[in-house]
């Protein structure tokens, strides 16, 4: 199986490993999304992005929490997974959207501000 395949069938199953399968309450209401996976040349590690929702969670706190659960999310994987090593899991924050809301932010700051002049 090719890497970019491998990448997307990661995506699909940790997403519904997250939606359906998690039981930590931490993860539960954190409203988090899988946005991307990122793989190793050889496949072996794996960065997972994940954007969290606007649940009031402290974001540090429940990335935490999925790296400390990665052996959950890891097992899973590799009974869905049809290959010879399941990779290493890190999660980390993607804060992509986060950013696009502040830039679209200041865009209205600035044009609200050349409207009124």
């Given amino acids: 199986m090719s890497n970019e395949r491998l990448r997307e069938k990661m995506k699909r199953q940790l997403s519904t ?3 359906f399968e998690v039981r930590d309450p931490v993860i539960k209401r954190s409203l988090s999304t899988v946005t991307e996976v990122k ?3 050889d496949a072996r590690y794996a ?3 994940i954007a969290v929702g606007e649940a009031g969670e ?4 429940v990335l935490k929490v999925f790296n400390r659960d990665s052996g959950f ?5 590799a009974a869905r997974l049809q290959v010879r090593y399941t990779p290493e899991l890190r999660f980390i924050l993607d804060e992509t959207f986060d950013k696009a809301r502040r830039m679209e932010q200041l865009l209205q700051t600035e044009q609200d501000e050349i409207s009124s002049d």
């Fill in 17 to 19: 490993i997250l939606e």
């Fill in 39 to 41: 793989l190793s040349r």
């Fill in 47 to 49: 960065r997972v992005y």
């Fill in 58 to 61: 402290d974001r540090a706190a």
């Fill in 73 to 77: 999310f890891r097992s899973k994987l």
